[in-house]
């Protein structure tokens, strides 16, 4: 599994030098929207019924002030807008770069 060995914060971007050398950038604003937390993406319960998800999916001017590791699988951003709360493991943002 591949991890991440520097993080910066470069203008509007977040930028990961991941341990195989690869080098990853993120536009602050798509990364708020592709916050895998149940605040963007709502959740089920176990009869099928969603619940959140249903806010903004465009998140213009909002940056990343901050981040945590969390664990050997995952990093918390923290944005400007309030948000703290998705967990984006290192699978989900190599996933996130490809596309």
Same mark, same amino acid.
């Given at each position: 599994? @591949?991890?991440?060995?520097n993080i910066q914060l470069i203008g509007q971007e977040?930028? /990961?030098i991941w341990s195989d050398g690869t080098e990853t950038?993120?536009?602050m604003g798509k990364l708020r929207a592709a916050s895998p937390s149940a605040e963007n993406i709502g959740?089920?319960? /176990? =009869?099928g019924n969603q619940?959140?998800?249903?806010?903004p999916k465009q998140f213009p001017?909002?940056?990343?002030?901050?981040?945590? @590791?969390?664990?050997?699988y995952a990093l918390r951003f923290d944005f400007s807008d309030?948000?703290?709360t998705g967990l984006y493991s290192y699978?989900? =943002?190599l996933d996130l770069a490809r596309h």
């Open positions: 599994m @591949q991890t991440p060995v977040v930028a /990961i950038y993120f536009p959740e089920r319960d /176990i =009869l619940y959140g998800g249903n806010g001017g909002v940056i990343v002030t901050g981040w945590e @590791q969390v664990g050997n309030g948000h703290r699978d989900y =943002l």
